[in-house]
C-alpha cells in the first residue's frame, strides 16, 4: 500500500507502478481535479482508496468545535472525505482511524461500524515499543475483533516492523480468528525450577513463527506440578536438573537429558 499526502501526482505513479491500494485523504490533495485524477487512475486499475483519519491531524474547524481529538470529530472528518469520493462515483474505499489512545482507537471504530457500510483498517497509530505496542493494541483491538469489527489489521511498532507480525497474527490466535498458529504456553517459574528454561522458551517462540498448525505446546519448570499444570497440552516439556519430561497429550512417555529437550520438541512438533 502506498502512504500518500498532498501530492496527487505521487498517487498517480504509485497506482502506475502497481500499488495495491493508496492511503489517500482526497481533501488534502488539493483541487477537484486533481481528486478526479486519482480516481480515474483507480478505476482504472482496480485500486481501492483508503481513507487514514488520524486524531493529530484533524481539519482546523472540527479541531476548534471539539475542542480535542474526539471520536465524533473523527466520524465527521471522515464523513468529509468519503462525500468527496462517493460524488464522484467511487465507492472502492476503507477506512481507518487511529490515535495513539487506546481508548478513543476502541470508541471511534465501534461508531465507524454503526455509520459506514465500507470496510475498516484497524490499528493503534504512534503506539511505540514493541512491549507498549502490543499492550495498547491488544487493549484497542481485541475487543473490537471479539466484537466482529474490522476488516484488515496493523499492530505498529518502532523500529523493526518485522515484530509486528507475530503480534498480529497471536492477537487474532486468541480472539479465534486464526487458526493456524501454534500456542505456546510457559510457567513463569517458582522455586522448584530447576533448570534455565528462558533460552529454551525463546528458541521455541521464534522457531514456532514457522510453524502453520494449530498445536498447544507447554514448557514447564519443574516435574512437580508441570505434568498436571501442562495435561491439556498437545506436546510438553516438564524440566528438571540435567533432564526434562516429555508429554503427550497429558501423559509422560519418556525421560529426556536436558541437551535433547530443544530438538526433541522440534521433532514432536513436525510429527504432530
Known amino acids: 500500500m502506498a502512504d500518500i499526502h498532498f501530492d496527487y ?24 481535479e486533481n481528486v478526479e485524477a486519482v480516481v480515474r487512475s483507480c478505476k482504472e486499475h482496480h485500486v481501492p482508496i483508503r481513507i487514514g483519519i488520524n486524531s493529530g491531524s484533524l481539519e482546523k474547524d472540527i479541531h476548534e468545535k471539539y475542542g480535542k481529538p474526539t471520536a465524533q470529530g473523527m466520524i465527521e472528518s471522515a464523513k468529509r472525505h468519503v462525500k468527496i469520493l462517493e460524488d464522484l462515483d467511487f465507492h472502492d474505499i476503507v477506512l481507518s482511524f487511529k490515535s495513539s489512545d487506546p481508548i478513543l482507537c476502541l470508541e ?17 497509530t504512534e503506539a511505540g515499543t514493541v512491549m507498549t505496542s502490543a499492550v495498547k493494541s491488544t487493549l ?8 466482529g469489527i474490522g476488516n484488515t489489521i496493523r499492530i505498529s511498532v518502532n523500529g523493526d516492523a518485522s515484530l509486528e507480525l507475530p503480534i498480529v497474527k497471536e492477537l487474532l490466535k486468541d480472539c479465534g480468528l486464526k487458526d493456524d498458529v501454534p500456542n505456546l504456553i510457559a510457567c513463569p517459574t517458582c522455586g522448584r ?11 521455541m517462540e521464534s522457531w514456532l513463527q514457522t510453524i502453520h498448525k494449530p498445536i498447544t505446546v507447554a514448557i514447564m519448570g519443574c516435574a512437580v506440578n508441570g505434568p498436571g499444570e501442562a495435561k491439556h497440552a498437545d506436546i510438553a516439556i516438564a524440566g528438571g536438573r540435567k533432564e526434562g519430561l516429555l508429554i503427550r497429550k497429558g501423559q509422560i512417555v519418556e525421560k529426556l537429558d536436558q541437551s535433547e529437550i530443544v530438538d526433541r520438541l522440534k521433532k514432536e512438533i513436525e510429527n504432530y
Open 9 to 32: 501526482k505521487l498517487a498517480l505513479a504509485a497506482i502506475e507502478a502497481g500499488a495495491d491500494k493508496i492511503r489517500l485523504n482526497p481533501g488534502n490533495i488539493g483541487a477537484r
Open 108 to 124: 471511534v471504530y465501534r461508531q465507524a461500524a454503526n455509520e459506514f457500510d465500507y470496510p475498516l483498517h484497524l490499528g493503534v
Open 140 to 147: 484497542a483491538l481485541g475487543p473490537l475483533l471479539l466484537e
Open 193 to 203: 525450577t530447576a533448570w534455565d528454561m528462558k533460552p529454551v522458551v525463546d528458541e
